[in-house]
């Protein structure tokens, strides 16, 4: 017979190993859940989505051989499957082609567009919004500062009024002969786009996305470094003067698509992560990407170690 005493302390230690048990399989649980929410937030990062669901996007159609550049139309979907055009950017007085980049916006019920094309400082950045869910454009204007350069990849994002707009630039002399240095820039309005601030660069980038926070303070996540393995986020309060930036430090992966989430007061970067091998250096063989997270409580102060998302192809 086993005595009383014995059979209480091995029933409460079963039942302790059972609520450990139901504990860890809860938190194991939440992990995996926010890691599958924040990797398909990840996934849908360029997708344009109006307050009633329906989805936007670009396309471009080459000109050629009625002109140069292409014509650019927004295109309707309420169910991500069929789609129709619904309108064009006007394009009269300069060209753009797809590859120097594009980016597409809804807020409040409007839609913001952004373009590099031809035009003020060699190629310039055009804003151009709608106010009748894409029918119809406003005239494209250039919100760059005129100075010599190529430009490319903008990306643009709205809170209310406040729209901010980033870009990628490398330097050129033009024939005044002024230059500016290569790297990352942004521009704000204040006023849905009417007037523009004086660009501000920001740092040496390839690689960026643009995003406000949950108040007014704006962030750009952006890969640097000489091996493309470390991420920063800047952000400012004022979306001009006072900028401040923050890093994880040297990553070991190269690194490309950069992304920000906000979740329950913190802030994730999200991106894709390859780690080189020998093997990488055959022809024809490709880097492994995988999407990795890191997290802060602290707006960028201190980071968590590294989080995968997702497993490689």
Not at 207 to 230: C, H, M, S
Not at 278 to 285: H, L, Q, R, T, V
Request: glycine residues 12%; positive net charge.
């Amino acid at each position: 017979m086993v005595p009383l005493r014995k059979f209480r302390i091995k029933a409460s230690a079963i039942a302790l190993s059972l609520i450990i048990g139901g504990l860890l399989a809860l938190f194991f649980s939440g992990c995996t859940q926010k890691s599958e929410l924040l990797l398909a937030q990840y996934e849908e990062r360029d997708v344009v989505k109006d307050d009633e669901g329906n989805q936007y996007k670009v396309v471009y159609k080459n000109k050629f051989p009625q002109g140069y550049g292409c014509d650019i139309f927004i295109y309707k979907s309420t169910d991500g499957q069929s789609w129709h055009k619904i309108g064009a950017i006007p394009s009269s007085g300069y060209q753009a082609y797809k590859v120097w980049g594009y980016s597409l916006a809804w807020g409040d019920g409007v839609l913001y567009f952004v373009c590099v094309g031809t035009g003020k400082g060699k190629k310039a950045v055009y804003f151009s919004k709608s106010l009748d869910n894409g029918s119809t454009w406003t005239d494209p204007k250039a919100i760059n500062d005129d100075i010599w350069a190529q430009r490319s990849s903008p990306k643009i994002s709205i809170k209310g009024k406040n729209i901010f707009v980033a870009w990628l630039e490398k330097s050129e002399r033009g024939p005044s002969g002024k230059g500016r240095p290569s790297g990352l820039y942004f521009c704000s309005s204040s006023d849905g786009g009417e007037n523009w601030h004086k660009n501000i660069w920001i740092r040496q980038s390839e690689d960026f996305w643009i995003t406000p926070g949950e108040d007014e303070t704006v962030y750009l996540a952006y890969v640097g470094g000489k091996r493309q393995n470390i991420i920063y986020l800047s952000y400012s309060e004022d979306g001009e003067r006072e900028w401040h930036t923050e890093t994880p430090g040297e990553l070991p992966l190269l690194v490309k698509g950069p992304y920000i989430a906000f979740r329950d007061g913190r802030i994730y970067l999200i991106f894709q992560g390859a780690r080189p091998s020998i093997a990488d250096i055959i022809p024809g063989s490709g880097l492994n990407y995988q999407v990795y997270c890191i997290e802060s409580r602290d707006r960028g102060k201190s980071w968590s170690k590294l989080i995968k998302l997702s497993r490689g192809k």
